[in-house]
């Protein structure tokens, strides 16, 4: 079945660092990934996608590109702010249908200091 | 900007007792789910439901669960005897829209605790 691994946290950083987040996956076909964050006390929004190989999602300073000879999709960011702190979790959708599930990584805390 | 909103956000229960978690997904979406996050875990699948019927469920949502969309805005999610392993934090989504038809929007969670 579908699975998505990412690295685990916490990645502790400081402010202005650069943020990567491998998340590598699973899947049959061409799945769509996202990227998830969960701020402290929230729920999840969602931070950027991409739907086909080669595709770059970006949102908030954040980039992720979609990498198919290499399954993955990892996570980055130029420079972090304190307010970037929270939990980083990485998805796929798999093509097999509309209103598929969506598969999650086990989540990345980061946690950005001053 | 529309969103999913749940009630409530914060629910104790004794174990054996039934809750009702609920959920208004966005007004246009279609495909509608619900996931459960048990305290420092991954986000897990529980049901998706379309057109009336649930369209995929995990090995979790077992006879203890159901799912019912009993008007045109309410979405909810029945645990009929709660055990102390259903507590955790319970995450409505909606998709489906116009143009985004690929993304699921979630709402804040309700955190269930079983006593």
């Known amino acids: 079945g579908d699975s998505v691994t990412q690295m685990e946290g916490p990645v502790t950083l400081s402010e202005e660092a650069f943020l990567t987040i491998n998340c590598t996956y699973t899947?049959?076909?061409?799945?769509?990934l996202f990227w998830y964050v969960q701020y402290p006390g929230e729920g999840l929004q969602l931070l950027l996608k991409?739907?086909?190989?080669?595709d770059k999602g970006s949102n908030k300073g954040f980039e992720a590109t979609y990498r198919k000879e290499t399954t993955s999709f990892h996570l980055e960011k130029g420079s972090v702010q304190v307010s970037d702190s929270a939990v980083y979790f990485c998805?796929?959708?798999?093509?097999?249908?509309?209103?598929?599930?969506?598969?999650f990584g086990g989540g990345t805390r980061v946690l950005v200091k001053p | 900007e529309p969103e999913v909103t749940q009630t409530p956000s914060h629910q104790v229960t004794q174990m054996g007792q039934e809750v009702i978690l609920r959920c208004v997904p966005i007004?246009?979406?279609?495909?509608f789910y619900w996931y459960r996050q048990i305290l420092g875990q991954k986000v897990e699948f529980l049901v998706s439901?379309?057109?009336?019927?649930?369209?995929?469920k995990s090995e979790i949502f077992d006879d203890q669960f159901s799912v019912e969309r009993p008007d045109g805005s309410n979405f909810t999610l029945k645990i009929r005897s709660t055990k102390l392993e259903d507590s955790a934090m319970y995450f409505c989504?909606?998709?489906?829209?116009?143009?985004?038809?690929?993304?699921?929007?979630f709402g804040p969670g309700t955190r269930l605790t079983v006593l």
């Open positions: 989504a909606s998709s489906g829209g116009l143009g985004d038809s690929d993304t699921q929007y």
């Open positions: 899947a049959t076909g061409y799945p769509s």
């Open positions: 991409a739907t086909k190989a080669d």
């Open positions: 998805a796929l959708r798999g093509r097999k249908a509309a209103g598929n599930k969506l598969t």
């Open positions: 007004s246009n979406h279609l495909y």
């Open positions: 439901f379309y057109n009336n019927e649930i369209s995929e």
